[in-house]
């Protein structure tokens, strides 16, 4: 048996990249002017400089590890991962209204970071069992309850944003066989909620049934027409009932986070702020940008956390077009060399495991990038690898080298 | 298909993402603006204003120190209007529109409220100011003025307009501009350079530091100190002699052209348009469409030239050669030139040639003369044209170019104006003959025929008259008024004139205004003129005036006066001429009779007559 450690150096470079570059644009936005050293712990970047060399242990420590151990510690790990949330409700620390974090001393980890990369390896491990097949209901509905479980445990912190987060393991089943069906009515529904919000019921039951129409006579295997009928009436029952939960289940906040972006309501001054002023700053930045450490809005802190969940309207002001289009193809390089490598596997753990990181860095990419530029709803989580955050960083991190070391491994006798 | 689709999200997510950037950075330009509106903040630190000197040295004009209420819109919390305004001393009403109008200039840049408070004011409201968010005091110097004459020369300072913010680009609203005489004309000399400071605000609009390390903040720079040609005590002098009178005088150095003197009346004191109570008393002299203390009479007002005209006219003839010094003209109380036409002359010995004429005004003399120089010419149309070119190389019929920001182009006509004004070419030189004795279709202004005397005592050049000396004590090289303007008459013919003109004051219409030890020249003049009453057209009493220069051979000034209504020359004008001229030269009045007369005369009876509504008598 002979050990490859052929790490795939391209990832591991691109991780730098988004790291170092971060680390830039927390130093910007939390720079106060005064002369202080790079390692200045009072301040966010001392901190995130001093997070990034430790997560270079981390990483050492994560591709030293035997890759058979992930697999083996796979349940042990995810449930130690569940047993830390909850937890949470009994020794929580309470950081800007969210119960999120464990304090040890000056210091605080949230476990919510790390549970996904354990949830991403407890999926892993029930999907590569040669008893489960994912296209029988009950396993369909076991890897639902590994990847929900957590997330049911989150929400209530509240932290909503990370709980979303976990409609990213779609991708690994999918990609195990896991059947369309699921994902053309989740998409449909999501649709069906924002077409009812722009356009009313009325004019939405009419786009559903017209649909339904050219579907029945455009598929060669004409599908049955009491199973369209049935979810034709569910589409319009769904997009009936969108007001209620809208202005029923919803709070205002989630209400007009929704109207801000579909463009009902103008309010730059409240509720619209953050939006306004992060657009404010990527705008202005223009092809080149300002300059760093020289961006007006940053400086000035118009955009609320910015050197967290905001770090990209840094990124806009300061590095311009040029610096956003870099960020945006190094982060999308990222995820399809994630994607290649999860193909090359030959086990089907590492396999899902890869398709899991990719569809949580995804997510995280998707909601955070829509936020800042005006496309997505305000909904509270980091950028991967660029927001400031020992947490986040080091779950990334964590989440990341996982795979890493289990590619680099591949070629490795499997037991 | 498993493998395909989560690539097709990625990238095309990737694709929006990207595209959405390109618009809000490249296409959508709107939000640099937005980003410097609320993060950078601009402060304008104002220069001192330039002094002001006359030729002695003199301050005439230096600044104060004033304080300004000013508002940022966007930071007022809602206030008790009620006590502001009682504090600012103004009405609520005001204090509101005042409010809105800066709300519609600029929500987020400073804009006045209340300009120029006192001193005094001042000290009473910085107390109470803090409790008013969203206001300051900017300190801003005002005018000072060391001297109560020469308004219409100094000139005023006051606010720019909206539409002045808007076309010139140094200027912001609450800034103060130039508005006439010197100040508008040095506006750019006299004003400095503002410094700007630009500071980076935070989100709650606190200051945090300077902007780009105070990179493109520039320091102010102190307006340039002027001196003026003028004398100040001269100056002084004259209006005190202009006093109950309505004109213009106007006293220029021959050798080099700079304005000694440049007096309208009626005057007042620059004072007044200083300070918060400039717009009331502008409103003032601005409705006063009866005495019409704004206008500039030496500057803009044309007259009739009347009798000095007649020294032109014969330097002319003689360049042209259509008479010599010899030529003797009769004249029977009139100058007979057809059937029936005759015009009127005074009584004086008789016949005369050119320089005996001059000291007695002869009509008949210089209309002969006139007639002889367009007859010189094939036809009348050259030969007005040639006279008319003589008549432009002495500053007349066209815009002095002196520095001032205004003034009147005069009336010159030549061959094309008879042309057209009699719809043939077929006219002949009797019918100019009235512009042979600066009547009739010719118009100057006070400081064009001050200009011809200059050039008269130059014998044949003159430097454009200007009111600029030095700038910062280094004295102009504007081209303009450094170099030499050459007439068309050659100086010998210029000796008869000049003779003349000292003939005027030995044994002519000026016998009684001599100076004792001072060889003066000079020319009376009487011009007729009409004004338009209840639509019927109606001359009123004659207008006095005067040309004078002196010492006859080393010319220290030359001097136009016209008095409006004075009636005949030596009556106001020539009074007030000698006087000046002692006074400059000797700067004593000797002639102390000769000064209490025109101290104690006033012509304001003689101004109320035509709006009396009672039928009244002219030239008494």
Known sequence: ?415 | MRKILPLTIIVLTSLVFIGRLFYLQIVDTSYAVLSANNAIKIEYNYPQRGYVFDRNGELLVANQPSYDVMVIPRQVKPFDTLEFSTLLNISKEFLIERLDKAKVYSPRLPSVVIPQLTKDEFAYLKEKLRKFEGFYIQKRSLREYHVSHSASVLGYISEVTDSEVKSMKYYNSGDNIGRSGVEKQYEEVLRGIKGVKYIQKDNFNREIGPYKSGTLDTLPVRGKDITLTLDARLQAYAEKLMQGKRGGIVAIEPQTGEILSLVTAPYYDPALLVGRKRSKNFTRLWYDTISKPLFNRPLQAMYPPGSPFKALTGLVALEEGVINTSDKVDCHHGFYYGRNARMGCHNHPAPLSITPALAHSCNAFFAKSHMKIINKFDTSVEGMDAWNKHMKSFGLGDYLGNDLPVGQPGRIPDGDYYTRKYNTKRWYSTYTLSSGIGQGEVLTTPIQLANVTAAIANRGWFYTPHILKEIDGKPIKDKDFTVKNMTTVKPANFEPIIEGMHDVYRYGTAYSLRIPDIEICGKTGTAENFIRLNGKKTQLTDHSIFIAFAPKDDPKIAIAVFIENGYWGSRYAGKIASLMIEKYIKDEITRTDLEDWILSHSLEDEYAKPYSGEPFKINQ
């Open chain 1, 1 to 415: 048996m002979r050990k490859s450690n052929a790490f795939d150096w391209l990832t591991i470079i691109l991780y730098f990249i988004l790291v170092i570059f971060g680390w830039m644009n927390i130093y910007s936005a939390s720079f106060s002017g005064a002369e202080t050293s790079y390692f200045d712990m009072d301040q966010p970047y001392g901190k995130q400089a001093v997070f990034i060399v430790l997560s270079v242990v981390l990483i050492v420590f994560l591709l030293a590890l035997e890759s058979k151990f992930y697999e083996r510690f796979a349940s042990i790990i995810y449930i130690g991962s569940l047993l830390s949330l909850i937890g949470l409700f009994v020794f929580g620390k309470t950081i800007s209204g969210a119960t999120s974090w464990y304090a040890f001393g000056s210091f605080s980890l949230q476990p919510s970071e790390f549970a996904k990369a354990a949830t991403a390896l407890a999926l892993a491990k029930y999907l590569s069992d040669i008893q489960t097949d994912i296209k029988t209901l009950k396993n369909q509905l076991g890897s639902f309850l590994i990847i929900f479980l957590p997330a049911i445990l989150i929400i209530p912190q509240p932290d909503p944003g990370s709980a979303l987060v976990y409609l990213a393991f779609l991708f690994p089943l999918y990609r195990e066989g896991l059947s369309g069906f699921y994902l053309i009515i989740g998409a449909s529904l999501i649709l069906i909620f924002i077409l009812t919000l722009v356009l009313g019921s009325i004019w939405v039951s009419m786009i559903i049934v017209l649909l339904g129409i050219l579907f029945y006579f455009y598929r060669r295997r004409r599908a049955s027409i009491p199973k369209i009928g049935i979810l034709l009436l569910f589409g319009i029952l769904f997009s009936f009932s969108v007001n209620y939960i809208f202005n029923n289940l919803f709070e205002q906040r989630h209400r007009d986070r929704f109207n801000i972006v579909l463009g009902k309501e103008v309010d730059a001054k409240g509720i619209g702020y953050n939006t306004n002023q992060s657009q404010i700053a990527i705008g202005s930045g223009g092809l080149k940008g300002k300059g760093w450490t020289q961006g007006t809005q940053t400086k000035g802190n118009f955009v609320p956390e910015q050197h967290t969940d905001y770090i990209f309207s840094t990124v806009g002001e300061e590095w311009g077009f040029l610096g956003t289009s870099f960020f945006i193809i190094i982060y999308t390089l990222l995820l399809i060399r994630l994607l290649v490598m999860a193909e090359r596997q030959k086990s089907q753990f590492n396999r899902v495991y890869g398709y899991s990181v990719l569809g949580i860095l995804f997510i995280h990419f998707v909601v955070n990038v829509g936020m800042v530029i005006g496309l997505m709803p305000t909904v509270g989580i980091p950028l991967p690898f660029f927001s400031y955050g020992g947490s986040g960083l080091w779950g990334f991190t964590i989440l990341l080298f996982i795979f890493v070391k289990l590619d680099g491994n591949r070629k490795s006798l499997q037991f």
